[in-house]
C-alpha cells in the first residue's frame, strides 16, 4: 500500500528533521482561536535544492498559509536550516541511488502526499519533473523562474538575457505543466537590462523582485483568487496588479 511504501522510504531515505509547528499559526495572528482559524487556511509544501531565499520569502512574508513542511532533494540545501530555525518541519529525500526519475518522483509525491498539501511551491527546486509527477498536482503545484517567460527557460538565464541583448529582463511565477519552466503564468516582473550588467548584478536586481511576486503569488492563491482558463490565469480582484506590475523607462 502507499502506506507501506511510505514507511519503507522513511526508513531508509528520508531524514525529518524538526516537528516543530509551523510558525504561521502565529503569524496569522489567531493566537486565541488557532483551531479554527487553521481549518479554513491552505496547507503548502515548499521544495528547495539550495538556499532557500526565495522559500525564506514566503515564510517570512507571514502569508493566511500553514506551511506544512519543507522537503530538499540535497541534505546539504541551505534553506534546510533557515525553516528549521523558523520552527518549520523539514524533511530530505535525497534522489541518489533512485533507478530512474520515475521512482524517485513517486516516492517524492508519497512524502509531499503525507503533509497534505493544497499547494506544492518549487522555489529553486533544480529537477526536471516527470509527467505523471507533474500530472498528479495539476493547477495545485507552482514554481519561480528567473525569467521572462517563455523567453529564457532552462539555466543560466541572467548570462542568457545579457548575451542576446534584451532591454528587459525578469521572473515568472507559473503553473507547472509537464513542458519545462512553462504553464500558465501567474504574474511576472520586470527589471530593466543595464549597460554594464554582469551576471552576477542582474540576477540580483531580479532576485529582489522573486523574493515580491513569490509571497504575493502564493497568497492570491491562499486567497482563492487565481483561476486557470486554458494558458491564461486569471486574479480576482486585480487592482493591485495594475498598480504595481509595470515598469515603463524614462530618461
Ligand atoms: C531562483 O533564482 C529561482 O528563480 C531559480 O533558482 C533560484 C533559487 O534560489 N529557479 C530556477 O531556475 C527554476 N528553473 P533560492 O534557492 O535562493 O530561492
Not at 7 to 35: E, F, L, M, N
Not at 160 to 183: M, N, Y
Not at 193 to 217: F, G, M, N, W
Amino acid at each position: 500500500t502507499v502506506w507501506a511504501a511510505f514507511a519503507r522510504v522513511t526508513a531508509t531515505s528520508i531524514r525529518h528533521r524538526s516537528r516543530k509547528p509551523p510558525c504561521h499559526t502565529d503569524a496569522a495572528g489567531s493566537a486565541g482561536g488557532i483551531v479554527i482559524f487553521e481549518q479554513s487556511m491552505k496547507r503548502i509544501v515548499i521544495l528547495i535544492s539550495g538556499r532557500g531565499s526565495n522559500m525564506q520569502a514566503i515564510l517570512e512574508a507571514k502569508l493566511p498559509v500553514q506551511v506544512a513542511a519543507v522537503i530538499a532533494n540535497k541534505e546539504d540545501a541551505g534553506g534546510l536550516q533557515t525553516a528549521a530555525s523558523l520552527g518549520i518541519a523539514t524533511a530530505v529525500l535525497s534522489h541518489k541511488g533512485y533507478p530512474s526519475r520515475e521512482a524517485f518522483d513517486a516516492d517524492l509525491a508519497r512524502l509531499i502526499d503525507s503533509y497534505q498539501p493544497d499547494l506544492v511551491v518549487l522555489a529553486g527546486f533544480m529537477r526536471i519533473l516527470s509527467e505523471g509527477f507533474v500530472r498528479h498536482y495539476e493547477n495545485r503545484m507552482i514554481n519561480i523562474h528567473p525569467s521572462l517567460l517563455p523567453a529564457f527557460t532552462g539555466l543560466s538565464t541572467h548570462a542568457r538575457a545579457i548575451q542576446e541583448g534584451v532591454k528587459v529582463h525578469g521572473c515568472s511565477v507559473h503553473f507547472v505543466t509537464p513542458e519545462l519552466d512553462h504553464g500558465p503564468i501567474i504574474c511576472q516582473a520586470v527589471v530593466p537590462v543595464l549597460d554594464d550588467d554582469t551576471e552576477d548584478t542582474l540576477s540580483k536586481r531580479v532576485l529582489v523582485c522573486e523574493h515580491q511576486i513569490y509571497p504575493q503569488a502564493v497568497r492570491w492563491f491562499a486567497e482563492g483568487r487565481l483561476s486557470v482558463e486554458g494558458n491564461r490565469v486569471r486574479v480576482a480582484n486585480h487592482a493591485d496588479i495594475q498598480a504595481h506590475s509595470l515598469i515603463v523607462p524614462r530618461d
